[in-house]
């Protein structure tokens, strides 16, 4: 199976017209087919700016920028130090959504599953007193409309969602448990849902209320292929919402990147070297540009690709971009463009 989707990764990197990713992208010709994704080699808050000024998308009115702020002794989120410029910039707010692990099989302290203990891990990490953050779902929620019914009746995500206008959905690029790999559709789909609505996506659609006791159970977390689906739906949802009002973008930074997310406690060692900050209008295009890069990379010393290889291939992680290009979301067709 790996020897497979090796091969079909590698075919994909041809056809997207991508060159080694190892090597520092080169500005493609505008005429070549799919969605741009700009690119930067160089991780800092400087270059942060300049990728989202890049894609000539300025972000108006009332900004929301979505990143996880990370479960309690994860030490790999994006640091507030990294995205202080960018938010400053757009004078946005981070928003986050309370978490539902409960008895999760991942090694997790649950830290998130109250607003009152978040609060408290927002604070540890560093997030106040620099920034405005809100916790969309601490006052409720609401339910989105999806376009995709395969699963999900509708999205259900923090009510504080309606005060923006605009949302920056600022991604770390790593591996996940479930999802074989975290991204933009990630973190617009569970990153965006309430308790409820992650317990929803996760069950495929089976549980529109948070059960501990029973979401983790065979009945309503064996449909693997269905929660892949259910995230590119509800990832879809969140899009149309955005772009139903002044707008969204996507940008994606791959660094301290370990096979788990940000959300387990202590994620196993990360192995990859840091490789840039990629951005795009697109964010099919993006995660695919992505897991690309991955794909890409020489065992060294000091980077080896194969464990996070392993895990998105095991829980069929790229299924969700496939799902999400066929419901019309976004294209995994794109060109690289380099800001460097």
Known sequence: MKKVFMM???????????????????????????????LTRDISPETLVKIYEA?????????????????????????PELIKNLVQTVDGTIVECNTAYGDAPEDKKDERTTSANHWK????????????????????????PVRDT???KYDIVGSHMANYDFLIALNH?????????????????????????????HSSGKMEKLDIARLWTPEFIGDQ?????????????????????????YISVMNNMSIDCDCVDHPEPVKLEDYGILAST?????????????????????????????????????????????????SRKYHIVSID
Do not use: W
């Open 55 to 79: 894609l000539g998308v300025k972000a108006e009115g009332r900004v929301a920028v979505k990143i996880s702020t990370g479960e309690g002794s994860n030490p790999n989120y994006l640091k």
């Open 173 to 201: 690029f790593k591996g996940h448990p479930m999802g074989g790999y975290g991204g933009a559709l990630k973190n617009l789909s569970i990153g965006c849902g309430s308790a409820n609505g992650k317990a929803y996506i």
């Open 282 to 330: 697109d964010p099919v295009a993006l995660d695919q540009a992505c897991i690309d890069i991955i794909n890409n990379q020489q065992v060294t010393a000091t980077n080896d690709p194969t464990d996070l290889l392993s895990r998105i291939d095991q829980q069929h992680g790229t299924h969700t971009i496939e799902h999400a290009e066929k419901i019309g979301l976004g």
């Open 150 to 152: 395969t699963h999900l």
């Open 225 to 249: 292929d269905g929660f892949l689906e259910s995230m590119a739906a509800a990832a879809q949802a969140v899009t149309d919402y955005f772009r139903g009002k002044k707008g969204i973008i």
């Open 8 to 38: 079909i990764a590698a075919a994909t990197m041809l056809f997207c017209g991508c060159k080694n990713q190892n090597q520092p992208a080169e500005a493609q010709e505008p005429a070549e087919e799919g969605a741009t994704v700009y």
């Open 121 to 144: 891990v927002i604070e540890r990490h560093g997030f106040i007193p620099m920034f405005k953050v809100d916790i969309m779902d601490e006052e409720g929620e609401m339910r989105i």
